[in-house]
């Protein structure tokens, strides 16, 4: 891994349960944001970037009409991306 593991000599997560996500643990479509909420990936991100993952990043790999939507559907929740 990465910043835990060079700071603190340890991880904390190993592998997720099989059909679900290899960052977030949780099932949803390639395509689609990590759970930016789920333990799994918030560990994993701080291990590898060294700070916790904001809904940007949990939506770095999506396609720009998938952000719009989300993006759009979090204001609307009060939360600024």
Request: charged share 25%; proline share 7%.
């Amino acid at each position: 891994m990465g910043y835990l593991k060079d700071v603190h000599g340890m991880t904390l997560l190993g592998n997720v349960p099989e059909g679900t996500c290899p960052e977030c643990a949780v099932k949803h479509d390639p395509e689609q944001p990590h759970n930016r909420d789920s333990l799994a990936y918030q560990y994993k991100f701080y291990d590898q970037h060294g700070r916790w993952p904001t809904w940007a990043d949990a939506m770095a790999h999506c396609p720009e009409e998938i952000k719009e939507h989300w993006t759009r559907a979090l204001r609307e929740r009060g939360v600024e991306v």
